[in-house]
Nanobody
């Protein structure tokens, strides 16, 4: 019933910027923490950034100072602003959220299907 859909990926040169979005839809009672993960070619999936329902954020050391995670609770949407992009940022980026659905009071993990970010000169 609940779906997460990412958008905003694409091809960009080193030093450029992209803004990713992830919108949740369906029978949603509330959304707890939201996060962005990424998986680069030949590497394991890694956590990029998290944001709580109250707006507290955490970042991977590799992106701190360059990426900013934010959310719009009225639209059930999380964003990832990516600046000063590096070739090492090339990956498929996945949205993750803890969501309470319908009349439930226990959150469950939901995942988007990913959006590709390619940083290349």
């Amino acid at each position: 019933q609940v779906q997460l859909v990412e958008s905003g990926g694409g091809l960009v040169q080193p030093g450029g910027s992209l803004r990713l979005s992830c919108a949740a839809s369906g029978s949603i009672f509330s959304i707890n923490a939201m996060a962005w993960y990424r998986q680069a070619p030949g590497k394991e999936r890694e956590l990029v950034a998290t944001i709580t329902s109250g707006g507290f954020t955490n970042y991977a050391d590799s992106v701190k100072g360059r990426f900013t995670i934010s959310r719009d609770n009225s639209k059930n949407t999380v964003f990832l602003q990516m600046n000063s992009l590096l070739p090492e940022d090339t990956a498929v980026y996945y949205c993750n959220a803890g969501i309470v659905t319908g009349w439930s009071r226990a959150p469950m993990d939901y995942w988007g299907t990913g959006t590709l970010v390619t940083v290349s000169s």
